[in-house]
């Protein structure tokens, strides 16, 4: 239901969901999200248990955002070939300033 309400959204620019027992679903539905949300500059996503599939799935997501600035995804068990497809993602983007892996 956040990722819907995500979606498209045009005026939000930050969103903290640090601290939350989300998983892998929730996190691969907030990449689809992240896709259309062309207004979000900062993502803080620390601790909510992602892991790798999820890791993968918001790289994707991070290559072709042009607003996201901070993204933060400490805490996440996101393995080595989520932070491959990561370290690809940061070549594209043209906006990411921060990136927090903790």
């Not at 005026?11 to 640090?18: C, I, K």
């Not at 896709?35 to 991070?62: C, M, N, R, V």
Request: charged share 20%; no cysteine.
């Amino acid at each position: 239901a956040l990722a819907e309400a995500l979606a498209g959204h045009k005026a939000l620019s930050a969103l903290g969901l640090e601290n939350n027992q989300l998983g892998s679903e929730a996190g691969k539905a907030l990449a689809e999200a992240l896709k259309t949300s062309t207004s979000l500059t900062t993502l803080f996503l620390s601790d909510i248990q992602l892991g790798g599939e999820a890791g993968k799935a918001l790289a994707a997501a991070l290559a072709g955002h042009k607003a996201l600035t901070t993204l933060a995804l400490d805490n996440n068990q996101l393995g080595s070939e989520a932070g491959k497809a990561l370290a690809e993602a940061l070549r594209t983007s043209t906006s990411l300033t921060e990136l927090y892996l903790d």
